[in-house]
């Protein structure tokens, strides 16, 4: 059984920043692609960013210049580093995993953004 577990979400006012983490119980190399996914109340779930095992990344328009992934392959770790939040960042944020052409989904970390 596959799991990512994430952590580093929270309440944060606007402009700051945020760092999420996201951890897999199997080894890092053996996924595909990573990436951060997050659903704003009564919205479909949509891509944040994401990064394959090469390191190549790409980010959704809305975050581009503000948000870095980042892949730690000694510490096992895909990270999500969040600048300049906006309210419209907030959202449930769900790391994704791709290993073996299955999908693995962490629980989901809340990320509200409010003065």
């Known amino acids: 059984q596959v799991q990512l577990v994430e952590s580093g979400g929270g309440l944060v006012q606007p402009g700051g920043s945020l760092r999420l983490s996201c951890t897999p119980s199997k080894s890092i190399i053996s996924f595909n692609d990573m990436g951060w996914y997050r659903q704003p109340p009564g919205k479909e779930r949509e891509l944040v960013a994401g990064?394959?095992?090469?390191?190549?990344?790409n980010y959704a328009d809305s975050v581009k210049g503000r948000f870095t992934i980042s892949r730690d392959n000694d510490k096992n770790a895909v990270h999500l580093q969040m600048n300049s939040l906006k309210p419209e960042d907030s959202a449930v944020y769900y790391c994704?995993?791709?290993?073996?052409?299955?999908?693995?989904w962490g629980q989901g970390t809340q990320v509200t953004v409010s003065s």
């Open positions: 990064i394959i095992r090469g390191g190549t990344t």
């Open positions: 994704n995993g791709r290993r073996w052409g299955f999908d693995y």
